[in-house]
């Protein structure tokens, strides 16, 4: 962003900001900041986590495409099998090791269709029929408490994921040194002049606007965003596939260090759909990812009881493998949980198995674990929400797994 663009924006904000709410910092708002990481495109479960001693499993996936006996095994306790994670992803292996990870096997969106464009909506918006909400989810989260901070939700990339629809208390940032709020003493004069001269409603919010301008400059001061430099030594997977997600995953880590009210970001991971060719490219993403994601929990290692971090996916892929090397667009897939407050090292939900008949349709893997279950325990454990029907309408089917401490 810009000097024009936050110019432009702070004018926009201030008019469109909700008008009754005053918007002066809450210095003891101590909730925590939820990270999600939505890995788009569908990403293939049984390709990162898989019972490799199931003789459906090695009959459907065959030769290359099963993850082989040099895949790293886990310990759980969710069923009396031999699950593997993929050989590229040993650094999420590690978080899950060190009781930081949960994974949520055959967990999604349970109304099966298999277009990316309407799952990923569906579960954005935080439901899993209505395509008409006019909010997502983390809009109503936001909306569910006073946040007090200008700008607690984050969104990485160009452009605003669908969670986020209707929110005026989101921005949209590529890196953080295009972040400047030094607007220079006769901008904010002109600007305290203009709101400080009445008490309507937008004066208010002006003055209150203004005053989080001043917080986060301050916050902010003698960060050098040119040149960061991780905690911990951390190393952020720089190569291709995973430049990007790197570079994502560094902005949320200064904002989160800023301690400027974050509450939300989220982080879009393009490419999982891989119809051909999977051999080649699955470890490369994965790898990115495994890599990437271990970088930035040790980059905030001093955060992580106030950071929750949920990474999820529209659907997972079928079963069986196609003629092209690749897999074609499925149903169950592996959602992740991981911060200071999980209960980490272990496999939740429920397995449904892969024979014929315990598959969905007789080709996928089922979904025993709705997405709204997992990202429910998150907002009812942090007590960031009481009611989960709050942001997800008509989910009355709530029970927690245990995830979350």
Avoid at 18 to 29: C, I, M, P, T, V
Avoid at 152 to 167: D, M, N, Q, R, V
Wanted: with cysteine.
């Amino acid at each position: 962003m810009d000097r024009r663009s936050l110019i432009k924006g702070c004018a926009e904000y201030l008019m469109t900001s909700r008008f009754g709410s005053d918007y002066f910092l809450n210095e003891d708002d101590s909730r925590e900041t939820i990270v999600v990481v939505f890995l788009r495109g569908g990403m293939d479960g049984l390709n990162f986590l898989a019972p490799i001693d199931d003789s459906n499993y090695r009959a459907a996936r065959g030769g290359k495409m099963a993850l082989q006996e040099d895949a790293l095994k886990i310990n759980q306790n969710l069923i009396q099998a031999d699950f593997r994670i993929h050989p590229e992803a040993y650094a999420l292996k590690e978080l899950y090791e060190n009781k930081s990870l949960a994974l949520i096997h055959a967990a999604g969106l349970t109304n099966g269709t298999r277009s990316h464009f309407e799952a990923q909506d569906l579960m954005e918006l935080g439901s899993n029929s209505d395509k008409n909400l006019s909010q997502g989810w983390l809009t109503r989260y936001l909306q569910s408490f006073h946040t007090g901070n200008i700008v607690p939700a984050y969104a990485i990339g160009s452009i605003p994921p669908a969670s986020l629809l209707g929110s005026m208390e989101q921005m949209n940032i590529t890196e953080m040194k295009n972040l400047s709020l030094d607007l220079g003493p006769d901008l904010i004069n002109m600007l305290t002049e203009m709101y400080g001269a009445g008490n309507s409603l937008v004066h208010r919010s002006g003055k209150g606007a203004l005053q989080n301008i001043a917080h986060i400059a301050k916050s902010s001061k003698g960060l050098n965003f040119d040149s960061y430099t991780p905690d911990k030594s951390a190393e952020y997977y720089s190569s291709w596939p995973g430049e990007e997600l790197a570079n994502s995953f560094k902005t949320v880590a200064q904002l989160i260090k800023m301690e400027a009210g974050l509450k939300i970001a989220t982080i879009d991971y393009d490419g999982w759909d891989m119809h051909d060719n999977q051999e080649w490219k699955f470890p490369r993403w994965i790898q990115a990812l495994s890599w990437n994601l271990n970088a930035f929990y040790n980059d905030i290692h001093a955060y992580h009881k106030r950071v929750t971090i949920v990474l999820m996916t529209e659907f997972g892929r079928r079963l069986k493998a196609n003629k092209s090397g690749g897999t074609d667009h499925g149903h169950g897939s592996v959602m992740m949980v991981l911060g200071g407050n999980v209960n980490g090292g272990n496999l939740y939900g429920s397995w449904p198995g892969l024979a014929n008949e315990q598959l969905d349709n007789g080709v996928d893997l089922a979904v025993t674990t709705d997405y709204r279950t997992v990202l429910s325990e998150i907002m009812v454990k942090r007590n960031l929400v009481k009611d989960p029907q709050m942001v997800f309408p008509k989910f009355n089917d709530y029970k927690g797994l245990g995830i979350i401490q």
